[in-house]
């Protein structure tokens, strides 16, 4: 006899086994249905109970589906808007300067009142009195750091300090910048 021999005969005995175990829940199962006096409810809660169980998994299938697609649809919508925006918005000074102050006043205890923001072609232009010169090179970095903005020119003075001025314009830049606004007006 060899070992061959020996476990072809242990798998045969597992499998034989297998086979009684599982009759003997069919048996059961049939006897537990068939039952001449509860089998035909039982057999009828147990086709509700498939039945409500195809039908759950049906909608949760349905409802997975849906998020998927527009899970989808949403992630196409944004590559394509990503792809359509330019990378830096252009602000009118105006709204540049709305900006500007939002971002500089919007903590509190800040100096509203002692601040002038201007903004001309996207160049930012800081003036007022302040006493801290942390503070005056604080507000000139986070001006450069709004969107939209070219250039600072921060014109903050401490008091007793001579105020800043702004740098002399080039005459054909300002020629230019006034052709554009009466153009923009209609004028």
Do not use: C, W
Not at 76 to 83: E, H, N, Q, T, Y
Not at 96 to 115: C, D, I, N, T
Request: charged share 30%; aromatic share 2%.
């Amino acid at each position: 006899m060899g070992v061959a021999s020996t476990r072809r005969r242990r798998r045969a005995r597992t499998r034989h086994g297998a086979e009684l175990a599982g009759a003997g829940v069919a048996g059961a199962a049939l006897a537990y249905l068939l039952d001449p006096d509860r089998g035909r409810r039982r057999r009828h809660v147990l086709r509700d109970r498939a039945v409500a169980l195809g039908r759950r998994g049906a909608r949760r299938t349905a409802r997975h589906v849906r998020y998927a697609g527009s899970t989808a649809v949403g992630v196409g919508k944004g590559a394509v808007a990503r792809r359509r925006m330019p990378h830096e918005r252009e602000y009118d000074d105006v709204t540049l300067a709305h900006k500007v102050e939002s971002e500089l006043f919007r903590p509190a205890g800040s100096p509203k009142g002692a601040v002038s923001v201007n903004v001309n072609d996207g160049v930012v232009e800081l003036r007022g009195q302040l006493a801290d010169r942390a503070l005056i090179a604080r507000l000139g970095h986070a001006a450069a750091r709004v969107e939209g903005v070219r250039r600072v020119e921060n014109l903050l003075h401490t008091p007793g300090s001579p105020p800043g001025h702004s740098p002399p314009s080039d005459p054909a830049d300002v020629r230019r910048r006034a052709g554009a606004n009466g153009a923009r007006r209609g004028g």
